[in-house]
Structures are given as structure tokens and as C-alpha cells.
């Protein structure tokens, strides 16, 4: 169930859990869309919801997170992560206050783990709810992590999968050719780089090219059935 389509009356007083998406509107390279984190995240949620048995509430996403580090690339927009937490904390708190005691916040950006991280534990600690983050593209399978990157192959090919208009193919040439093929740029094991213009002149790390909507459907499948057994555990947790 989708809360902003609801009216207040038909709003479910009881459901089993809320899924907050999150995500970021930042540059993905030339070829995909500012707001791919949070349509990725978004489309997590919704799959979940229609594949539960669970009555499963989906919240509006945020869109805007922590991602200074593309400041350089037109159209990106950030907050500080004080900001951030604050946001995403007084909506949980909202969740929270209608007595729902079970909140997965279901994010599209790394940027905004280590805010995450800390705020969902702080809100656990002060509301009478449980509040986990869950990052899509952690949680899959390490062959897919592996070739995560940015505005990659597989956020490639998750919107390929969700929306393939909002793909534009004429420039994956030109994302691959001025990408780089990991984040950051490495003294050993350290990174020197702060923001993404400092390694990729495209915005793009991995080579889109690499990505469909076959590889798009399995990722968000297997990012699915993850958040369907941290929907059973949390509710398996708090009974």
C-alpha cells in the first residue's frame, strides 16, 4: 500500500511494517537519470510489497541525501548529513507516532550509509519502534556488488529494468570511454579522492555498457528477497 494514495480513513492502523525509501538526486553519468537512488529504492520497496504476505505500508520516498561529492556534475543536490538525519529522523518520528513500531528504511545511496547507520540506532533507542536500515545493493550477492560502481552495470541495467526510457543508450560510449573503473582514486589501500570529478570525467565508474534488463530484473529480484526476510526477522523480532 502505497500511504501517499490513501486517504487518512482507509490508512491501515496496524500494518505489519513501513518501508521508507531513501535515495539521492545526483548525476549517474550521461546516460542515466539524477534520480536513479531513489527510483531504485523505491521499486525495492514496491516489489516487496506486492510480493509479501504481510501488510506492508510504503512511505514517500526522500529524494534528496548526503552526495556532495558530486556537487561538480549539474543538476546534483545534497544536504548536510546533520540535515539529513534530522529529515529522515522527524519523518520516522512521524511513522512512529501512529504506533507503527516497525520501520525499514530502504536506501538507493551509499552516501547515505553511515548517516543511516547512526540515526536508525539513535531512533530505536528513543521511540517505542525498531528502526533498520537496509541498503539494496549491499545486500545482494557479492556477484553483484561487484560490479555496483556508479551509474554501472547495475544501476545501469536496474533502470533498464524499471524505466528504459530514462536510459539514454546514445551515451554509454561516452560514459564507459571517461569513466573510471572503481571509485576513488588509491594510494594502497587509501583514498585520496574526495568528490567524483577527482577520478571520472564522465561521472560514470563501471561500464554501463555491461548492464540490461535482464541483469536489472535478477538484481532487483535478489535485492527483493533480501528485504522479505528482514521483513519476516523484524517482525519475528518484535511479536
Known amino acids: 500500500m502505497d500511504l501517499a494514495e490513501l486517504t487518512w480513513d482507509t490508512t491501515p492502523t496496524d500494518p505489519d511494517a513501513v518501508l521508507l525509501p531513501v535515495g539521492s538526486t545526483e548525476q549517474h553519468g550521461p546516460h542515466a537519470p539524477l534520480g536513479t537512488d531513489t527510483i531504485t529504492a523505491d521499486e525495492v520497496a514496491r516489489r516487496t510489497a506486492a510480493r509479501s504476505g504481510d501488510e506492508l505500508l510504503i512511505a514517500p520516498p526522500i529524494p534528496v541525501g548526503v552526495a556532495a561529492e558530486h556537487r561538480q556534475f549539474r543538476g546534483s543536490l545534497w544536504v548536510s548529513a546533520d540535515t539529513f538525519q534530522a529529515y529522515v529522523g522527524e519523518v520516522v518520528g512521524a511513522l512512529a507516532a501512529h504506533g507503527w513500531n516497525r ?18 540506532a539513535e531512533l530505536t533507542r528513543e521511540l517505542s519502534a525498531r528502526v533498520v536500515p537496509f541498503t539494496w545493493f549491499d545486500a545482494v550477492d557479492a556477484e553483484y556488488r561487484r560490479q ?25 560510449e561516452a560514459a564507459a570511454a571517461d569513466g573510471a573503473e572503481r571509485w576513488g582514486r588509491w594510494s594502497g589501500r587509501t583514498n585520496v579522492a574526495v568528490d567524483t570529478h577527482e577520478f571520472t570525467t564522465s561521472g560514470a565508474v563501471g561500464d554501463p555498457r555491461a548492464g540490461s534488463a535482464e541483469l536489472g530484473a535478477a538484481v532487483l529480484d535478489a535485492a527483493t528477497v533480501e528485504l522479505l526476510a528482514l521483513v519476516d526477522a523484524l517482525i519475528e523480532m518484535t511479536d
Do not use: C, K
Open 103 to 120: 520501520i525499514i528504511i530502504v536506501n538507493g545511496h551509499g552516501g547515505n550509509v553511515p548517516a543511516l547507520e547512526i540515526v536508525t
Open 148 to 172: 555496483m560502481g556508479h551509474g554501472g552495470p547495475i544501476e545501469t541495467a536496474a533502470i533498464q529494468a524499471i524505466t528504459p526510457e530514462l536510459i539514454d543508450e546514445s551515451q554509454l
